[in-house]
């Protein structure tokens, strides 16, 4: 033990009776005080980098609530329209497709407007009815948006089910009816 304190000691004097020892004269110390420096810039672009995926997560969870929170909406919208009396054909069970041309025909306003009544008005959508061999297609828009309006851009969930289309008293084809339901600005 005391060879220990002995070395310690010879260590210090040497250290003491060296010209210019002091810590700001030893230029291997002269990067001690920036690495601070290093440090903190580290720690700084860590946390922008862990805001801004944060903040990108947040805003595509945000794009993805309207979806989110109508897809049941939608989907029950889809199977009572696929019961409307409006479309029904003479046989049950069955969509009548001159019901759904004169629904989709662009002249026939009051149909649409008597279609789209007991429905609320809070979220537009329109309806699609395709036959399964993509032969035949109906697209029934309401008239209280502007034209266009469901074209465009605005936020959207889709619902299917299926149905079957009575094309004539002979012929009758499976196909989907789809319920688009658009998100507005003022919900």
């Known amino acids: ?10 260590a210090v004097r040497k250290l003491r009776n060296k010209s210019g020892s002091s810590i700001l004269g030893d230029e291997r110390g002269a990067l001690e005080p920036h690495s601070d420096l290093v440090a903190t810039a580290l720690a700084v672009i860590g946390f922008v980098v862990f805001a801004a995926l944060l903040s990108r997560a947040y805003m595509g969870y945000e794009d993805r609530s309207f979806a989110l929170e109508n897809y049941e909406s939608a989907s029950l919208l889809a199977g009572t329209i696929a019961e409307a009396p409006d479309l029904r054909a003479e046989n049950p069970g069955k969509l009548s497709a001159p019901a759904l041309d004169k629904l989709s025909d ?32 109906w697209l029934i828009e ?8 469901l074209m465009g851009k605005q936020e959207q969930v889709a619902a299917s089910v299926p149905v079957v289309i009575e094309l004539n008293a002979a ?8 319920v688009v339901l658009y998100n507005t600005p003022w919900v």
């Open 1 to 10: 033990m005391s060879l220990f304190i002995n070395n310690l000691l010879a």
């Open 106 to 137: 662009p002249y026939s306003r009051d149909e649409r407007i008597t279609f789209f009544a007991p429905f609320s008005g809070n979220y537009p959508f329109l309806v699609e009815i395709r036959t399964g061999d993509g032969r035949w297609q």
């Open 142 to 149: 309401p008239d209280l948006v502007e034209p266009g309006y």
């Open 171 to 178: 012929e009758s084809v499976p196909g989907t009816l789809t």
